[in-house]
């Protein structure tokens, strides 16, 4: 709503200026912006490639990746376009990565989480109010997954709406609850369900996998929606990192999260994989400076030892 408005005003402000855009830089055409760029001393080893790539790939977009490369508004001597269309597509497949890992913490947190609290409380004890700390944010949580089932076309959802009169057992109503919801509903289960589900899951302190949880969902919409993890700190939410790790991780860096993701998959064959392709993301895009990723030279060590 608040954007909403904004704009709306933008628009109201715009009338009353006789439609003034002397605020707004002038539309350029994709073969100008390209000499924008040649002009800032960027090298153009193909123009046809490079007009292709603008054409697709918004040239706002493709200019964040050139910050490290140049300073006001000058590129660094040698520096092309395709170093910066590099630095694109490795941002582009370090998203894969986060949805790959934090999809499989998603669906192995989901089931545990159902299965531990229905085993407790029963198939529909994720609908007492007294299973839970704060009995607003629960209710905030069921109306969040009542639209959640309402919207669903999955086959189970619809199966339950029609041959189970809308009654849905916690193992089902998890399944469409995104990732975000499910981080909330734990936050809001009852202490000595936390400590316990914590300790079993994956042997973390819960006010960790709480914050981890929380900040895996971060990340995950940041890689949803395309967002750009190089050279960016993401401060939406205070990542909590262990004593002994907190003077070599940058917990505002990609880094720190791929940390709470490793920490949180459930067996070591997972999280040699998350390693390995990592490891294979930066020798594939060798122009890449993994600091701007947060990710310290002994990177592999770290995620081993802390």
Not at 42 to 57: G, P, R, T, Y
Not at 61 to 82: P, V
Not at 173 to 199: R, Y
Not at 221 to 250: E, Q, T
Request: net charge positive; hydrophobic share 40%; charged share 25%.
């Amino acid at each position: 709503m608040r954007n909403r408005a904004s704009i709306l005003f933008l628009k109201v402000e715009i009338m009353k200026l006789g439609k003034d855009l002397s605020q707004v830089k002038e539309f350029r055409t994709c073969a100008q912006q390209l000499e924008i760029l040649k002009g800032r001393g960027l090298i153009v080893n193909d123009e046809k490639q490079a007009l292709e790539i603008l054409k697709h790939k918004n040239y706002y977009r493709l200019s964040a990746y050139s910050l490290t490369l140049r300073k006001n508004n000058k590129f660094y001597q040698g520096i092309t376009f395709d170093n910066i269309y590099e630095l694109y597509r490795l941002d582009n497949d370090f998203r894969k990565l986060v949805l790959k890992y934090s999809s499989i913490i998603e669906v192995s947190f989901k089931s545990f989480l159902s299965h531990y609290h229905s085993e407790l409380y029963g198939p529909l004890g994720y609908l007492d109010e007294n299973n839970f700390e704060d009995k607003a944010f629960f209710n905030d949580t069921i109306m969040s997954l009542e639209k959640e089932i309402a919207r669903a076309s999955d086959v189970f959802i619809h199966h339950h709406k029609i041959n189970k009169n809308y009654t849905f057992p916690f193992w089902v109503a998890i399944e469409v609850l995104p990732f975000g919801e499910m981080s909330k509903m734990f936050k809001n289960l009852l202490a000595k369900d936390k400590n316990k589900i914590s300790k079993e899951y994956v042997k973390v302190d819960r006010l960790y996998l709480e914050n981890w949880l929380q900040a895996i969902s971060v990340v995950r919409n940041i890689a949803a929606h395309n967002g750009r993890f190089y050279n960016r700190k993401i401060k939406a939410v205070s990542l909590k990192l262990p004593k002994n790790a907190i003077d070599v991780i940058d917990n505002e860096k990609a880094f720190a999260f791929i940390f709470a993701i490793h920490k949180l998959l459930y067996n070591e064959n997972l999280k040699y994989n998350l390693i390995n392709d990592f490891d294979a993301l930066f020798k594939k895009y060798t122009f890449a400076k993994i600091e701007h990723l947060g990710f310290p030279v002994n990177w592999e060590k770290i995620l081993n030892s802390y």
